[in-house]
């Protein structure tokens, strides 16, 4: 059994930055992939940004050239409204998908 646990969401003004960790334990194989995904009210969760664990890293185009994801953390920097949401952290290995509990994230203009 694998269990994750975010860390790091809260408020920021647009243009601020903030450092999502997702903390795993468990035990972990490879291959596998980390995800991170969000969701804001009314609309359906998305990928924001994953890695395997060879090291190949995949973005959403809206997050592309401002987020960084590594194999425990999200780096967000020039944030924006429309960031809002709460994201969460996903392990994917051995057909099994493992979730956090989410953090908020509140951008204001």
């Known amino acids: 059994q694998v269990r994750l646990v975010e860390s790091g969401g809260g408020s920021v003004q647009a243009g601020g930055s903030l450092r999502l960790s997702c903390a795993a334990s468990?035990?972990?194989?490879?291959?596998?992939?980390m995800g991170w995904f969000r969701q804001a009210p009314g609309k359906q969760r998305e990928l924001v940004a994953s890695?395997?664990?060879?090291?190949t890293t995949t973005y959403a185009g809206s997050v592309k050239g401002r987020f960084t994801i590594s194999r425990d953390s999200l780096r967000m920097n020039d944030l924006k409204p429309e960031d809002t949401a709460v994201y969460y952290c996903?392990?994917?290995?051995?057909?099994?998908?493992?979730w956090g509990q989410g953090t908020q994230v509140t951008v204001s203009s």
């Open positions: 996903m392990l994917t290995q051995r057909g099994n998908d493992y």
């Open positions: 468990g035990v972990i194989f490879s291959p596998n992939v």
């Open positions: 890695i395997t664990s060879g090291g």
